[in-house]
């Protein structure tokens, strides 16, 4: 019974029996990735995924956002955050603010834009462009050499692209930046990450964008096994309406992020959708993303995730249509080409369609919203 093969088809003999035929077949179901969820797995010998060599980080750590335009006083919010023990910040939208250097001794700051700025050269910058453009960044009219490129799947997620089209299209753009500046980016180019509600799923996308941007750079000569991935929650899902079911929403997706093996992990307000920035919503956050790692102790455990014959089957099956998408995508002259001609859009609007259905319909739950309603 060790051969696979045999193996599998024990258990769907023994399955026929006790259910019967037709039961059988129910407990099989397809998603909108494609892929067929089974009632039971095994292992595969034949994958070119091992599950032994699953690619995880030494360490995660907690992310934060501060946005210029937001904040009245940028020095006390860093203050702050690096008291609560969160020392990795990205500054976005800024515009001269004096920053005091003693913080650079103290943790990493990171200024975030996509336009060639003149910023203290001591602080890094973090070049992140808008995937939604026809044509890449000129990274080349950023005169600091001290920088990352970091690719957010922001604009595919919130606009509803499903699992494999949001590894493909990030990685294919990623593809098309080292085409253009030369294979030596690998080493600067890291990935940010949208969470979503399907678990499991989210926790295999995290390994599967790992294996193929690995096995993809390698194939350039520069292969790189770690690059960084920051996991974020969706805005896609939370509501306004019942906005306390926001925190336990993004704290699941947070939990798929750092189970998947991200580097850093990111959290959203929970009054995102209809409140500006405040330090009520922003202490939550911060706990939140505290009370996961000092209380849950799922930092002491790097790699909970082997073992798992349908968590190995789903990166499987996420790494192999990711990859064809992408060949797909390369065939047809690169990300950049595809999104002048809208083929992108069309591939992410036709998944929106057939996800708005499903909820419409109730076949997906978003609770509060289209079922368990609290009149």
């Given amino acids: 019974m060790k051969d696979s093969k045999n193996l599998k088809k024990a258990w769907k003999d023994k399955i026929i029996l006790d259910l019967g035929t037709d039961s059988y077949k129910r407990l099989f179901s397809k998603t909108n990735e494609d892929i067929t969820i089974s009632p039971y797995y095994t292992s595969n010998k034949k ?80 070049i992140e462009p808008n995937l939604n453009s026809k044509e890449p960044i000129d990274l080349n009219k950023f005169y600091q050499k001290n920088f990352m490129l970091n690719l957010s799947s922001e604009f595919f997620k919130e606009s509803g692209a499903n699992i494999v ?14 085409n253009k500046f030369g294979n030596s980016l690998f080493n600067k180019i890291s990935f940010e ?82 409140n500006d920035q405040n330090e009520f919503s922003q202490r939550i956050t911060n706990n939140q993303l505290l009370i996961l790692k000092n209380e849950t102790l799922i930092k002491f455990v790097n790699n909970s995730i082997s073992g798992s014959y349908y968590i190995t089957y789903l990166i499987e099956k996420l790494a192999e249509k990711s990859l064809k998408l992408i060949k797909k995508i390369e065939k047809n002259g690169g990300y950049f080409h595809d999104q002048k001609n809208q083929k992108i859009f069309q591939e992410i609007l036709m998944n929106h369609k057939k996800e708005k259905e499903q909820y419409e319909s109730g076949d997906k739950v978003l609770v509060g919203q289209n079922k368990f309603i609290n009149a």
């Avoid at 096995?215 to 974020?232: E, R």
């Fill in 193 to 274: 990450l949208i969470q979503g509600n399907n678990y499991f799923f989210e926790i295999a996308k995290i390994q599967a964008t790992r294996i193929l941007w690995s096995i993809i750079s390698k194939k350039y000569g520069n292969q790189i096994d770690d690059c960084i991935i920051t996991a974020k929650p969706t805005t896609k899902n939370k509501t306004k309406e019942n906005y306390n079911n926001n925190i336990i929403r993004a704290t699941s997706e947070c939990m798929s992020g750092i189970l998947g093996g991200c580097d850093f992990i990111k959290s959203i307000p929970y009054d995102i959708k209809f």
């Fill in 165 to 178: 089209q949001e590894i493909a299209f990030i990685l294919s753009a990623g593809i098309d930046y080292v």
């Fill in 47 to 126: 994958s070119l995924i091992n599950p032994e060599k699953l690619l995880f980080p030494k360490q995660w750590d907690i992310v934060n956002e501060l946005k210029c335009d937001k904040t009245t006083d940028l020095n006390k919010q860093i203050k702050s955050l690096y008291k609560n023990e969160i020392k990795n910040l990205i500054i976005s939208n800024y515009e001269d603010q004096f920053i005091d250097n003693s913080f650079l001794f103290q943790g990493n700051i990171y200024f975030k834009t996509d336009k060639p700025v003149n910023y203290n050269p001591k602080f890094k910058l973090l």
